[in-house]
């Protein structure tokens, strides 16, 4: 499948939907960018049940802002719409390979439970002043 070009109003369709979601922020000017992008595209290739996405900083400067992507390239994953990674940084292909195992492992019923009872408790918590 490879990569696919996302723009801010594509991006929250594609990231909060079931799956993994991999999103590479980068620019064009950016040296590092240019050599991780051969391995996104390699692991794109590689993994086609998994979504990999690209979001050009330049042009999507509104959505990298509100993301507070700072440095590029910036690496998030997703899956099933929760955020469960994001990090400044080219991967090398064995980290990235690595990240993505990682992420296929997950218990993602358990995650959705976790982060169930956090809003829970941070709702009414004992510092709670409703």
Do not use: Y
């Amino acid at each position: 499948m490879g990569t696919v070009n996302i723009t801010k109003d594509q991006f929250e369709d594609t990231v909060l939907g079931d799956g993994i979601v991999l999103v590479d922020f980068w620019a064009d000017w950016c040296g590092p960018c240019k050599s991780f992008a051969p391995v996104f595209e390699a692991s794109a290739n590689k993994h086609q049940d998994i979504t990999f996405a690209k979001v050009d900083t330049e042009k999507e400067q509104e959505l990298s802002g509100g993301l507070g992507i700072q440095s590029i390239p910036t690496i998030m994953a997703f899956r099933d719409g929760v955020q469960l990674f994001s990090q400044a940084g080219a991967l090398p292909e064995a980290s990235l390979e690595d990240l993505i195992s990682q992420i296929q492992a997950l218990d993602m019923d358990e995650i959705h439970k976790q982060i169930a009872e956090q809003q829970a408790n941070h709702q009414h918590g004992p510092d709670c002043n409703h």
